[in-house]
């Protein structure tokens, strides 16, 4: 089993609505949670970070994290034709010194004019 | 502040040929991190250092090594290269221990083995 699994997609939104991106994690001992956007032949940049269940906004964006449940979602409001990049979520499980992150194969959104 | 630089952009070998890869940064971070990406496989960890002067394997460390040079500097080098090696490689760097764990990754290393 992945550590951490995200739908490929691709996620078609038309422009204006809600992106749901959703990602599940095994290590039920991880605390540390991340969503970053990758643009097409670009490099990952880091869009949100929770570490406590609940719901944690940044603009039009919102990370909601379960741990009972072991998943974490991103949530994008009024979606733009420029949020249309490969999202990745990254959990770091327990007991990592390193600061490790590991990735989802991460969830490619379209969104539409 | 160039952040995270990484050298050369672009790289043909053929296999069995050798090179390596440089990735400097100018954050003043402790850690740094090689990662390979493959279409739908997300990143995996190649090897990182959690500080100056160690190193340690990560989930695909095997046709690898690397050298932690000095604080600002991790290079990872393929000994012989394969095809299986054909891959985007980024190097990222981060701050533990302060509460602030976010990676910063630099342009990647777009590698082709022939």
């Known amino acids: 089993q992945k550590e951490v699994e995200q739908n490929s997609g691709p996620l078609s939104v038309p422009e204006g609505a809600i992106a749901s991106l959703n990602c599940t994690y095994s290590d039920r001992g991880s605390q540390s949670f991340f969503w970053y956007r990758q643009y097409s032949g670009k490099s990952p940049e880091l869009i949100m970070s929770i570490y406590s269940n609940g719901d944690k906004e940044d603009g039009r964006f919102t990370a909601q994290l379960n741990k009972a449940s072991q998943y974490v979602s991103l949530l994008i409001r009024d979606s733009q034709p420029s949020d249309s990049a490969t999202y990745l979520c990254a959990v770091i499980p327990p007991g990592n010194a390193g600061n490790m992150l590991t990735f989802g194969g991460g969830t490619r959104l379209m969104v539409k004019p | 502040n160039a952040g995270v630089t990484q050298t050369p952009k672009f790289q043909v070998l053929k296999t069995g040929q050798s090179m390596t890869l440089q990735c400097a940064q100018d954050m003043n971070h402790n850690s740094m991190y090689w990662y390979r990406q493959d279409p739908g496989m997300g990143l995996r960890l190649i090897y990182y250092s959690a500080s100056e002067g160690t190193t340690d394997k990560g989930e695909v460390p095997n046709g690898y090594n690397v050298s932690r040079l000095n604080k600002r500097e991790f290079s990872l080098r393929l000994e012989s290269a394969a095809p299986s090696q054909t891959s985007v490689y980024f190097c990222?760097?981060?701050?533990?221990?302060?509460?602030?764990?976010?990676?910063?990754f630099g342009p990647g290393t777009r590698l082709l083995v022939l």
């Open positions: 990222a760097s981060s701050e533990i221990g302060t509460g602030v764990e976010t990676q910063y």
